[in-house]
């Protein structure tokens, strides 16, 4: 299919076509680690798994389709995904980062990454004139996270790329909790855009998967180059569950941003709730860029209980039913985390707090449920 598609055609259809060998309308999982060949190199464009599958040639053409890019490359995880953008990069070279990121991302850099020669410059991108201040001739790459995890910040894409090209800086967007339903980074001026589709694009809590979508084709080969020498990719069956997701990522998401209003609109008008954090609100401070950049407002959001400690905070937490107590995010399931303790115990106590990730905030991932259970729900735990 050459015609553009329109997104919600594209999430069941791009890059797909019914499987040549029996007319698959699903492309099967190609459980196999090699190809055979007919002659030493004389194959059919497979020849071992690492390097190409097409189960996971069919995921990689829906990635690039549903983020309107070029080129698709799935990874083993999220962060796999991020160490193939890393290693685009040499010794010397300097990063500017979001500074409220992904516990597991902010590991990456600070404790592999530095350790290589990398610099990290972790900068509150709210502000755009902090990302400009930060940039020097080593700067390399700009990476940004939005909205923020679990701040729910919302930073300008746009505005950002234009520094990156004032500058010719490589600007890598992950967009993890936005999913490509709710922003295309790509189209918004993004050299990449990563994703843990563990999250909103498997969407059922049943796979860890990575990836990375690029329009430029020397970016793209020098990407594919090293996701086939470090090696960190996705098996045929995880990429086939995800592929198998992504075909109802946008109906999912529709109900995720509905439950996510509604449960947002509940917590606000608490009396025991002292702050939410969602980019819905006109009270929220980059709601307006929000709503330039955003189909709508997503599932996720955070919040802190009236005069709760560490302590109310988990207690809270705890007696929750319908609400599961876990990492991750995206799920059709809700979930409830303590970022302090779960997703963020990695970065130390006093940089944590820094970003307003106290020891009593509590994030949500809505899922699809109805939202009254959930509702409700909140309303036995909070008391
Ligand atoms: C989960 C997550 C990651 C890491 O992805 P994995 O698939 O767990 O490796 C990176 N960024 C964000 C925003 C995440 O939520």
């Not at 990063?95 to 350790?115: A, M």
């Not at 490589?170 to 295309?184: E, G, H, I, K, R």
């Not at 329009?215 to 020098?222: G, S």
Request: some cysteine; hydrophobic content about 40%; charged content about 20%.
């Amino acid at each position: 299919m050459n015609k553009k598609l329109r997104f919600n055609t594209a999430t069941i259809h791009g890059g797909q076509s019914p499987d040549p060998a029996y007319g698959a309308v699903m492309p099967p999982i190609y459980q196999t680690s090699t190809y055979a060949q007919i002659t030493p190199g004389g194959h059919k464009g497979f020849e071992y798994s690492r390097t190409h599958n097409p189960t996971r040639q069919a995921l990689e053409k829906s990635l690039a389709s549903i983020e309107d890019g070029q080129h698709g490359l799935a990874f083993a995880s999220g962060l796999a995904a991020m160490d193939a953008v890393m290693k685009l990069l040499s010794p010397g070279d300097e990063i500017i980062s979001t500074n409220d990121l992904y516990g597991g991302s902010y590991r990456l850099f600070t404790k592999i990454f530095e350790g290589f020669g990398l610099k990290f410059h972790f900068v509150a991108m709210n502000n755009l004139d902090h990302v400009e201040a930060a940039i020097n001739s080593n700067t390399k790459l700009i990476w940004v996270e939005t909205p923020t995890n679990p701040m729910m910040n919302i930073v300008d894409i746009k505005g950002i790329s234009q520094i990156a090209k004032k500058h010719k800086l490589l600007l890598a967007v992950d967009n993890t909790f936005a999913s490509p339903y709710l922003q295309q980074p790509l189209n918004l001026g993004a050299d990449i855009v990563m994703h843990s589709a563990t999250k909103y694009l498997a969407g059922h809590s049943d796979v860890v998967l990575g990836s990375l979508v690029v329009n430029d084709q020397k970016l793209a080969n020098r990407l594919s180059f090293i996701q086939n020498a470090s090696g960190a990719v996705p098996g045929p069956m995880d990429s086939f569950l995800t592929l198998r997701g992504i075909k109802t990522l946008h109906v999912r998401l529709q109900r995720h941003c509905e439950n996510g209003k509604a449960v947002a609109h509940y917590l606000a008008a608490h009396p025991k709730v002292e702050m939410v954090y969602w980019p819905g609100f006109d009270s929220h401070p980059n709601h307006e860029v929000a709503k330039k950049q955003m189909r709508d407002f997503g599932g996720m959001l955070s919040f802190i209980p009236k005069g709760a400690d560490h302590a109310a905070a988990i207690k809270i937490i705890e007696n929750l039913k319908v609400f599961t107590l876990a990492e991750s995010l995206g799920g059709v399931e809700s979930l409830a985390g303590h970022p302090a303790s779960m997703t963020h115990a990695s970065i130390p106590k006093e940089e944590r707090e820094k970003s307003g990730v106290v020891d009593s905030l509590i994030r949500l991932s809505v899922g699809i449920e109805d939202a009254q259970d959930l509702i409700d729900d909140l309303e036995q735990a909070i008391g």
